[in-house]
């Protein structure tokens, strides 16, 4: 393909993608968005929306509409809203199994009447990861250069046109892509229940060593011994007492403040087994996890 043949499929890619590039008006003018559904279901960055009042969404046909807030994930970054609108024109997504470090991707958005796009190259993919906020990333992408002011919450594009995730600015300290995958996750949870319920049992905790004689029975060297226990928590209600050291959390080992996030990922309000090391000896508590966005 020569340079021009090349220029077009680029151009095409942000066309189609550009059919489901939405504009959305609330704390910060002119963020983007994206059609999650046909039905009115509108994906953008939670950050971008402020207390989520007063919002408007300019559609790709130049009409805008009222919009209010789903529900939002403030550990992801993603917000899902919904507006006066029907017959949206939904996007192609893609998990991107092909994306490779050196391919070419198109940050995508409308913070203005038009869509734009700015072309990057993937610089970066990893596995899945924790936001500062603890919630799970099913993978990490990096694009290198910096995300244009207003495309928060607009989609990472392949250079088929296909959707590989949300781009913000406020997933790391170096902006990001939320996967699609994780979208799917967050956005569905959203919709069903207006929130991510993430379990919690309301423990401080400090990485400490297995006594030796124990590690065998435990299934670890290393645990997470309990420094500070809010009275009123889940934990404190179902026997946990400070000075236990955690080890594990339904059969999973816990060695890092990480692993009890992720074990306790999607558990809230679920009776949970936690083994812990008492006065020399392990011991399982059941513990109903709490819920918190």
């Known amino acids: 393909m020569d340079i021009h043949g090349f220029s077009e499929a680029l151009a095409a890619a942000v066309k189609a993608a550009g059919e489901s590039v939405l504009r959305v008006d609330g704390r910060c003018v002119g963020a983007s968005a994206v059609v999650w559904s046909a039905e009115g279901a509108v994906v953008t960055a939670s950050h971008a929306i402020g207390r989520g009042e007063g919002l408007t969404v300019t559609l790709a046909d130049g009409r805008a509409v009222k919009a209010t807030v789903a529900g939002r994930d403030p550990g992801t970054d993603v917000a899902v809203l919904r507006v006066e609108a029907t017959g949206l024109a939904a996007p192609r997504w893609s998990e991107g199994e092909g994306l490779a470090v050196g391919h070419l991707v198109l940050p995508v958005g409308r913070p203005g009447r038009s869509v734009r796009a700015t072309l990057g190259m993937v610089s970066a993919l990893g596995d899945g990861f924790r936001s500062a906020a603890g919630a799970q990333i099913d993978r990490y992408i990096e694009v290198d250069g910096s995300l244009p002011r207003g495309f928060s919450g607009g989609p990472l594009v392949d250079t088929s046109g296909a959707l590989l995730g949300m781009n913000t600015a406020a997933l790391?300290?170096?902006?990001?892509?939320?996967?699609?995958?994780?979208?799917?996750?967050?956005?569905?949870?959203?919709?069903?229940?207006?929130?991510?319920?993430?379990?919690?049992?309301?423990?401080?905790?400090?990485?400490?060593?297995?006594?030796?004689?124990?590690?065998?029975?435990?299934?670890?060297?290393?645990?997470?011994?309990?420094?500070?226990?809010?009275?009123?928590?889940?934990?404190?209600?179902?026997?946990?007492?400070?000075?236990?050291?955690?080890?594990?959390?339904?059969?999973?080992?816990?060695?890092?403040?990480?692993?009890?996030?992720?074990?306790?990922?999607?558990?809230?309000?679920?009776?949970?087994?936690?083994?812990?090391?008492?006065?020399?000896?392990?011991?399982?508590?059941?513990?109903?996890?709490?819920?918190?966005?």
Do not use: F
């Open 172 to 293: 790391t300290r170096a902006g990001g892509t939320v996967p699609y995958a994780t979208l799917k996750r967050v956005a569905d949870d959203l919709l069903a229940n207006g929130r991510v319920g993430r379990g919690y049992l309301g423990v401080s905790v400090y990485p400490a060593r297995v006594p030796e004689a124990l590690r065998e029975r435990a299934g670890t060297a290393r645990g997470l011994v309990v420094v500070g226990l809010d009275e009123a928590s889940p934990a404190a209600r179902d026997g946990v007492l400070v000075g236990d050291v955690i080890v594990a959390i339904e059969g999973h080992a816990v060695e890092g403040p990480g692993d009890l996030l992720a074990v306790l990922d999607g558990r809230a309000g679920a009776a949970v087994a936690v083994k812990v090391i008492r006065a020399g000896d392990l011991a399982e508590l059941k513990v109903t996890a709490g819920a918190r966005s």
